[in-house]
């Protein structure tokens, strides 16, 4: 304890300093010494206030104890004094009157310093008159006596100050970093800043780099919930400034600053630091008190940056946990996404049902909670009739389905092919939902006015639709019943041919923009799948068809094949017919002589005449020649025949009968097949008379709606002029009951030879004439044949 | 009496043909193919001409055209073992389209006929 000053002179001094210098080695508590000290000054002086400063390294000289009053009532004049003391920082005597201002009385500052180092001044007031040399040296030795112990004192408390201070800020520090959700450490950082500075009240606000503004981030204190929901911001005021500067601010006079916002009248004093992480701003942390006569100190200050260097490490690393989980979770989204579009490309390759592949599309869009949409369905365009069909619809009916079916399918991750299978059982069973029977159903017509879903198809583009725009009103309300939707085209070589739409109806989650291009990239891959299954489905129709034309085409041309062969193989035979049967005749002719050999001859030509027959009936159906009708007299044709057939029935012994009603009868046929009718009938006729009999041809008029119009074999509408009827009656056995039934059946015959193709071929004639052939047995035996044909009508000028 | 040509290219056709009309009391010649046929014609005009129409060479067709551009009037039967072409050629190139048969009655009495008009 070296001390420079003399000892004091009067006994009382050194008496006094004895006792001083006792209590201070007493006294190590920093507080107890700074009111010690000035208290003993009083005493010593007599005077009548004794002020203590002290100067910190930063060099600011603070009051740290003061005794005594300047004037009892008059505290202020007390502070103004005390003040003038602080100031004066080195020794001085001086007489009050030297003041600007003048006070009575007298002032006595004397330094306490410590080695060469000046740490503060002890000072002192006396009203009743000035101070004099020796009083000056008396303080001087108290001084000096006290400066090592306040020195010593000074240091341990900084020290434990310190010590504290790091504590504290470690383990707020800690307990900041242990968290590593943003606003858990915010929520830490604010009150560890409160803590720190043993303040009500902290917040701390982020800088928004984007919008370069600070934004809420946490507070803590009474007035927290006003600072959470401040309207105006926080770039007013000392944050902002703190902001903006990048520097820290003090403000212990806050009401007094260019700073103070009328919003916080209570305020005393604010400490304000910037939050920074390598030279980024992430935002500004703050504390005040409204409690009158705290002041914030530059170790206060210093406290609080520390806090923020700590905060500025646990933010940003919250922020990247934050970021990473985010891309994380995106990243798992987007793999599910494009699983599922990879799924439904596999499928493509697998399914090339329509029906299928429009499940599993559907499937994939709805199936995976969070995920997936709620519903979906698919629609169509036809073009050919200018539609938007709904084909398909998946979703459940209410929320409470809802929750059943996504809480199974999540229990168990099946792969999407197999959820997709079971619902189409369930569909084809019957089950399905009601949502799907109304996607089912619908119908859009393919006009800008018909809604979005067809300007969805006509504009191929995407839309969102929300309750309240222009769009929502048609689909949205009506049969879709929900507040969102969206729906996109399903496009195939630049066009759209569908449509698919989505919505959230039970879970009401938002349709986001990602999931609009998940839905984007969906729709890219349906539209081809579904142009492939289509064109695959025509090809499979176009190939069936070509087959079956193939098969057809095949058997024409085996018939066709056959037919030339018929036609060939005839023409090829009737000429050597021809032939054998002609010079037969000219045989018989003149074998008229020898009985066996005319009869030899005969026979021959007979049965060259049956074949000729046979090769006629068989031209007739293997190739059908369209008619020539022309109008022609019946009479004549009918003598024909019978000339044609005259020498055969002579020799049979058959007589013939011709009855023709009214002479003459004009008829409207194709002469040749006429005869060729007509001649059926008589050769028929003859062979059911081989013993001889008579056979009569008869012809009339029949007026419209006789009776046995519509009986007999042919079709075709009465005419209105009636008809004109051929009759061939025979004398012979008659038919059969069971043989009538099959007569007119081609191949049908009860000869021993022959095609049965005679009665087939009339009845084809008729029916080319309009006409038809009837049958009937005659009670007095016998058969009838009778032709009907349409009565031409008034007569024509036609060439034969 | 009257000329008819028959014209065939079937001997045996031809000789029966031939065999008939005549005793049916006309002159009758014969022709084997198409150009032998228009060379009887220039020869000798015939009153009446019978046709196959299939034979090797100019065919029954063409003859009948070439017959018909040098005789309008002169009636021509065609006489044939096909049934399917009637309905081309009977209304408007012949006068008559007979189907070959060994029962020339039919024939006989269409060249009455033509020939009696």
Request: glycine content about 10%.
């Amino acid at each position: 304890m070296a001390s420079d000053a003399p000892p004091p002179s009067s006994p009382d001094g050194f008496d006094l300093l004895c006792r001083v210098a006792r209590g201070c080695v007493a006294v190590r508590e920093y507080s107890e010494l700074t009111q010690l000290i000035p208290r003993a000054a009083v005493e010593v002086l007599a005077a009548d206030l004794a002020v203590l400063c002290l100067t910190d390294p930063g060099g600011v000289t603070e009051v740290v104890g003061s005794a005594g009053e300047a004037s009892p009532g008059a505290p202020e004049v007390g502070a103004w004094l005390t003040e003038r003391i602080r100031e004066i920082r080195r020794a001085v005597r001086l007489p009050g009157a030297a003041f600007p201002g003048g006070v009575a009385g007298g002032f006595l500052v004397v330094p306490l310093s410590h080695g060469r180092e000046l740490f503060g001044s002890l000072g002192c007031y006396r009203l009743g008159g000035p101070f004099d040399e020796a009083e000056q040296a008396a303080l001087a030795a108290l001084a000096a006596q006290a400066a090592p112990i306040l020195d010593r004192a000074r240091r341990l408390v900084t020290a434990e100050q310190q010590a504290t201070e790091v504590a504290a800020v470690q383990e707020i520090g800690r307990a900041i970093s242990s968290r590593l959700e943003l606003g858990a450490v915010l929520e830490a950082v604010v009150a560890g800043a409160a803590t720190l500075l043993g303040c009500q009240h902290a917040q701390i606000t982020l800088w928004d780099e984007s919008r370069q503004t600070l934004i809420y981030g946490a507070a803590i204190g009474p007035e927290a919930a006003r600072v959470r929901s401040q309207q105006f911001g926080f770039d007013r005021g000392v944050n902002g400034a703190t902001a903006r500067s990048r520097a820290p601010h003090l403000l212990n006079h806050y009401q007094a600053s260019p700073y103070a916002l009328p919003e916080y009248p209570d305020v005393v004093a604010t400490v304000t630091v910037p939050v920074l992480f390598e030279e980024r701003l992430l935002g500004v942390l703050h504390s005040h008190t409204t409690e009158r006569g705290r002041r914030f100190t530059p170790i206060d200050l210093r406290r609080l940056e520390l806090l923020a260097t700590q905060a500025a490490i646990a933010i940003e690393h919250a922020r990247l946990v934050a970021e990473r989980e985010r891309l994380a979770a995106a990243e798992l989204v987007r793999l599910r996404r494009l699983s599922v579009v990879g799924a439904i490309g596999a499928a493509m390759q697998g399914s090339m049902r329509l029906e299928g592949l429009l499940r599993i599309i559907l499937t994939g869009v709805t199936v995976g909670q969070g995920m997936g949409f709620n519903r979906a369905l698919l629609l169509l365009v036809d073009e050919a009739q200018g539609l938007l069909v709904g084909r398909m619809g998946v979703g459940p009916d209410s929320g409470e389905e809802a929750a059943r079916i996504w809480g199974r399918l999540d229990a168990a991750a099946h792969p999407l092919t197999d959820i997709a299978a079971a619902r189409q059982a369930e569909a084809e069973g019957g089950e399905a939902s009601s949502f799907d029977r109304m996607a089912r159903s619908l119908r859009i017509s393919l006009q800008p006015e018909a809604g979005v879903l067809a300007r969805t198809a006509l504009e191929a583009r995407p839309f969102r639709v929300r309750r309240g725009d222009p769009e929502w009103a048609e689909e949205g309300k009506a049969w879709l019943e929900v507040e969102e939707f969206a729906s996109v085209p399903l496009v195939a070589k630049g066009r759209a041919i569908g449509v698919l739409v989505v919505d959230n109806k039970f879970t009401g989650k938002p349709i986001s923009d990602v999931d609009l291009e998940f839905l984007g990239i969906l729709a890219q891959q349906a539209g081809a799948a579904v142009e492939s299954a289509q064109v695959h489905a025509r090809l499979e129709a176009a190939l069936r068809e070509v087959r079956q034309s193939h098969h057809q085409l095949l058997a024409q041309e085996r018939l066709a094949t056959l037919g030339e062969m018929v036609a060939h193989t005839v023409h090829e035979v009737r000429n050597p017919l021809v032939a054998i049967g002609g010079f037969a005749r000219r045989l018989e002719a003149r074998l008229a002589g020898s009985k066996r050999e005319g009869d030899y001859a005969r026979l021959i030509a007979r049965e060259v005449s049956r074949l000729e027959k046979i090769l006629g009936d068989v031209q007739l159906f293997s190739r059908e020649a369209p008619l020539r009708p022309v109008e022609l007299d019946l009479a004549g044709g009918i003598r024909d025949c019978l000339d044609l057939v005259g020498e055969l029935a002579a020799r049979q012994g058959v007589g013939l009968e011709l009855a023709m009603e009214t002479d003459p009868l004009r008829l409207r046929a194709d002469p040749v097949r006429l005869k060729q009718a007509l001649l059926n009938l008589l050769a028929n006729a003859l062979e059911a008379m081989p013993g001889g009999g008579v056979l009569r041809v008869a012809s009339r008029r029949v007026p419209a709606g006789a009776a046995g119009e519509a009986e007999g074999e042919g079709s075709g509408p009465a005419p209105a002029e009636g008809w004109i009827v051929v009759e061939v009656i025979d004398s012979g056995a008659g038919i059969d009951e069971a043989v009538r039934a099959k007569l007119f059946e081609p191949f049908f015959t009860t000869k021993e030879s022959g095609t049965g193709l005679g009665l087939p071929v009339v009845r084809r004639i008729m029916q080319a004439h309009g006409g038809r052939v009837q049958m009937t047995s005659r009670p007095e035996g016998g058969a009838l044949f009778a032709l009907w044909f349409p009565h031409p009508g008034p007569r024509e000028e036609t060439s034969p | 009496m009257r000329r008819i040509l028959v014209v065939d290219d079937e001997e045996a056709v031809r000789l029966l043909y031939q065999e008939e009309l005549t005793d049916a009391g006309y002159e009758v010649s014969t022709a084997a193919g198409g150009a032998e046929a228009l060379a009887r014609i220039r020869e000798k005009p015939p009153d009446l001409i019978t046709i196959d129409l299939r034979m090797p060479g100019m065919d029954g067709i063409e003859l009948l055209g070439r017959v018909r551009q040098l005789y309008r009037e002169l009636p021509v039967i065609i006489c044939t073992a096909y049934g399917e072409l009637r309905r081309d050629f009977a209304t408007w190139a012949s006068d008559a389209y007979l189907t070959k048969s060994a029962d020339l009655t039919e024939l006989k009495i269409k060249v009455a006929e033509l020939l009696g008009r």
